[in-house]
Nanobody, 126 residues
Framework: QVQLVESGGGLVQPGGSLRLSCAAS????????MGWFRQAPGKDREFVAA????????LYADSVKGRFTISRDNAKNTVYLQMNSLKPEDTAVYYC???????????????????WGQGTQVTVSS
Protein backbone atom coordinates (compact mmCIF):
# COMPACT_ATOMS: atom_id res chain seq x y z
CA GLN A 1 0.00 0.00 0.00
CA VAL A 2 1.28 3.44 -0.95
CA GLN A 3 -0.23 6.72 0.18
CA LEU A 4 0.47 9.83 -1.85
CA VAL A 5 0.26 13.49 -0.84
CA GLU A 6 0.77 16.28 -3.39
CA SER A 7 1.87 19.81 -2.59
CA GLY A 8 3.19 22.89 -4.33
CA GLY A 9 0.17 24.02 -6.28
CA GLY A 10 -1.02 27.60 -6.39
CA LEU A 11 -1.71 30.65 -8.52
CA VAL A 12 0.94 31.71 -11.02
CA GLN A 13 1.04 34.15 -13.91
CA PRO A 14 1.43 32.94 -17.49
CA GLY A 15 5.07 32.25 -18.23
CA GLY A 16 5.79 31.48 -14.60
CA SER A 17 6.99 28.32 -12.90
CA LEU A 18 5.87 25.94 -10.17
CA ARG A 19 7.29 22.77 -8.72
CA LEU A 20 4.89 20.13 -7.52
CA SER A 21 5.93 17.49 -5.02
CA CYS A 22 4.35 14.16 -4.22
CA ALA A 23 5.41 12.48 -0.99
CA ALA A 24 4.82 8.75 -0.69
CA SER A 25 4.51 6.59 2.39
CA UNK A 26 5.73 3.04 2.61
CA UNK A 27 9.00 1.25 1.98
CA UNK A 28 8.28 0.19 -1.61
CA UNK A 29 8.20 3.59 -3.29
CA UNK A 30 11.32 2.83 -5.32
CA UNK A 31 9.59 -0.19 -6.86
CA UNK A 32 6.71 1.86 -8.29
CA UNK A 33 6.45 3.66 -11.57
CA MET A 34 5.20 7.16 -10.91
CA GLY A 35 3.03 9.46 -12.96
CA TRP A 36 1.40 12.87 -12.97
CA PHE A 37 -2.06 13.48 -14.35
CA ARG A 38 -4.28 16.55 -14.43
CA GLN A 39 -7.95 17.32 -14.71
CA ALA A 40 -9.42 20.65 -15.75
CA PRO A 41 -13.04 21.58 -15.00
CA GLY A 42 -15.42 19.78 -17.33
CA LYS A 43 -12.66 17.69 -18.89
CA ASP A 44 -11.39 14.16 -18.51
CA ARG A 45 -8.30 13.38 -16.51
CA GLU A 46 -5.27 13.45 -18.79
CA PHE A 47 -1.74 12.12 -18.63
CA VAL A 48 1.06 14.60 -18.03
CA ALA A 49 4.28 12.69 -17.32
CA ALA A 50 5.66 9.42 -15.98
CA UNK A 51 8.99 8.17 -14.66
CA UNK A 52 10.56 4.76 -14.21
CA UNK A 53 11.58 3.31 -10.86
CA UNK A 54 15.13 4.66 -10.93
CA UNK A 55 14.34 7.73 -12.98
CA UNK A 56 16.25 6.65 -16.06
CA UNK A 57 13.21 6.73 -18.33
CA UNK A 58 10.57 9.44 -18.63
CA LEU A 59 7.48 9.98 -20.74
CA TYR A 60 5.62 13.23 -21.43
CA ALA A 61 2.40 14.36 -23.02
CA ASP A 62 3.03 16.38 -26.17
CA SER A 63 1.33 19.37 -24.60
CA VAL A 64 3.96 19.69 -21.86
CA LYS A 65 7.07 18.34 -23.57
CA GLY A 66 9.94 20.80 -23.28
CA ARG A 67 8.22 22.76 -20.49
CA PHE A 68 7.68 20.20 -17.72
CA THR A 69 10.22 17.88 -16.10
CA ILE A 70 9.41 14.88 -13.94
CA SER A 71 12.00 13.59 -11.48
CA ARG A 72 12.17 11.48 -8.35
CA ASP A 73 14.26 11.08 -5.23
CA ASN A 74 13.86 7.55 -3.92
CA ALA A 75 15.79 8.36 -0.74
CA LYS A 76 13.07 10.90 0.08
CA ASN A 77 10.15 8.88 -1.30
CA THR A 78 9.21 11.87 -3.43
CA VAL A 79 8.41 12.55 -7.06
CA TYR A 80 8.49 16.05 -8.52
CA LEU A 81 7.00 17.91 -11.45
CA GLN A 82 8.86 21.05 -12.44
CA MET A 83 6.57 23.19 -14.57
CA ASN A 84 8.02 26.09 -16.56
CA SER A 85 6.54 28.48 -19.12
CA LEU A 86 3.10 27.86 -17.73
CA LYS A 87 0.06 28.64 -19.83
CA PRO A 88 -3.57 29.28 -18.86
CA GLU A 89 -4.46 25.92 -20.40
CA ASP A 90 -2.27 24.21 -17.79
CA THR A 91 -4.84 25.18 -15.16
CA ALA A 92 -6.11 22.00 -13.54
CA VAL A 93 -5.99 19.82 -10.47
CA TYR A 94 -2.77 17.84 -10.64
CA TYR A 95 -2.60 14.29 -9.30
CA CYS A 96 0.31 11.98 -8.74
CA UNK A 97 -0.15 8.26 -9.13
CA UNK A 98 1.82 5.08 -8.50
CA UNK A 99 1.90 1.94 -10.63
CA UNK A 100 3.13 -1.16 -8.78
CA UNK A 101 3.61 -3.19 -11.97
CA UNK A 102 7.05 -1.81 -12.72
CA UNK A 103 7.88 -4.64 -15.11
CA UNK A 104 5.48 -3.53 -17.84
CA UNK A 105 7.00 -0.11 -18.41
CA UNK A 106 5.65 3.41 -18.43
CA UNK A 107 2.09 4.01 -19.47
CA UNK A 108 -0.13 7.01 -20.16
CA UNK A 109 -3.29 5.12 -19.16
CA UNK A 110 -4.77 6.19 -15.83
CA UNK A 111 -6.40 2.80 -15.28
CA UNK A 112 -2.95 1.23 -14.98
CA UNK A 113 -2.10 3.20 -11.87
CA UNK A 114 -2.97 1.67 -8.52
CA UNK A 115 -2.64 4.52 -6.05
CA TRP A 116 -3.60 8.19 -6.30
CA GLY A 117 -3.09 11.33 -4.30
CA GLN A 118 -5.81 13.82 -3.46
CA GLY A 119 -4.63 16.40 -5.97
CA THR A 120 -3.29 19.95 -5.85
CA GLN A 121 -4.76 22.92 -7.69
CA VAL A 122 -2.67 24.80 -10.23
CA THR A 123 -4.12 28.01 -11.63
CA VAL A 124 -2.36 29.96 -14.35
CA SER A 125 -3.86 33.40 -14.72
CA SER A 126 -2.90 37.05 -14.90
Amino acid sequence: QVQLVESGGGLVQPGGSLRLSCAASGRTFSMHLMGWFRQAPGKDREFVAAISTRGYTTLYADSVKGRFTISRDNAKNTVYLQMNSLKPEDTAVYYCAADRDYAKGLTTQSVAYDYWGQGTQVTVSS
